[in-house]
């Protein structure tokens, strides 16, 4: 296989909470690939959305290192990083404007035909383009916020929940385009999901997480089907909320 594009070395996040340290993150080592979608599975406050954070430098960890392409990310500017680096929230959080507007902000080189194509990838009608976004439904703004990701050309792309806050009918397509596009532009995902269901349909891999740590990994059916440990068996007799 290929040199990992990203590497989590030991990494944790300790934070206080009511005035005592807790591991948001703790200790969390793990390689990541090219044109593979990983997700990321577990229980609700098990730590998913802050490992994502460390990841894209939202948050800095409190020990332990995270490299892509095998150079540490301090040794990044945080905006080049966040360009290689995408995320993509649970809830379209999109500028005023109209998609253009948003797809520009993200890169101001795009030309009019790049704008085009973003749409199209994301499988937005072309006549929307010079529109205000403001009235779009909340699974048409995911589509802009998936095409405004890819517009500065990300390497990884790190989605939170992104189907949750949608309608059930936009789940499949959204999901549908989170796989055609990890195979067309040859990115790496990691989807942090609540849903074991949602894991199969979409990843090759899957990273257990329970109170922050890495419980279980390996290919999705494994961790979801047949979990080794006693935190996963809880975890897919869906004991563990
Ligand atoms: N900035 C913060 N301050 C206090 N608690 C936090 C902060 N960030 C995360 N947490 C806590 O860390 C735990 C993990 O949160 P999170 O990563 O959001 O879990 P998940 O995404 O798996 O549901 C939760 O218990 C959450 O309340
Ligand atoms: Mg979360």
């Known amino acids: 296989m290929n040199p990992p594009v990203l590497d989590l070395k030991n990494l944790s996040r300790v934070i206080q909470s009511d005035g005592q340290p807790r591991a948001v993150v703790d200790d969390i ?30 948050d800095e960890p409190t020990s332990g290192e995270v490299f892509f392409h095998g150079k540490a990310h301090c040794d990044y500017r945080p905006c080049e990083l966040r360009q290689k680096i995408g995320y ?12 253009r507007d948003n797809l520009l902000y993200a890169n101001k080189e795009l030309s009019d035909d790049e704008v085009k194509s973003l749409v199209e990838q994301a499988q937005i009608k072309s006549s929307l383009i010079d529109r205000p976004t403001d009235r779009f439904s909340v699974g048409e703004k995911q589509r802009v916020a998936i095409a405004r990701l890819l517009a500065t050309r990300p390497e990884v792309v790190l989605l939170d929940e992104p189907t949750s806050a949608l309608d059930p009918s936009y789940t499949e397509a959204i999901e549908e385009l989170i796989k055609q596009i990890v195979d067309r532009e040859d990115l ?22 329970v109170d922050g740590k890495l419980i279980e990994h390996g290919e999705v059916t494994e961790v979801i089907n047949n979990p080794q440990t006693e935190l996963g068996r809880l975890y897919k007799e869906r004991r563990l909320k």
């Open 188 to 209: 790496t995902a990691i989807v942090v999901t609540h849903n074991p269901q949602q894991a199969l349909r979409i990843g090759q891999e899957a990273l257990l997480m």
């Open 29 to 58: 080592s793990y390689h990541f690939h090219r044109e593979r979608v990983y997700t990321i599975i577990g229980p609700s406050g098990a730590g998913k959305s802050s490992l994502l954070r460390l990841v894209n430098r939202l």
């Open 88 to 99: 993509l929230f649970q809830t379209p959080h999109l500028f005023e404007g109209t998609i």
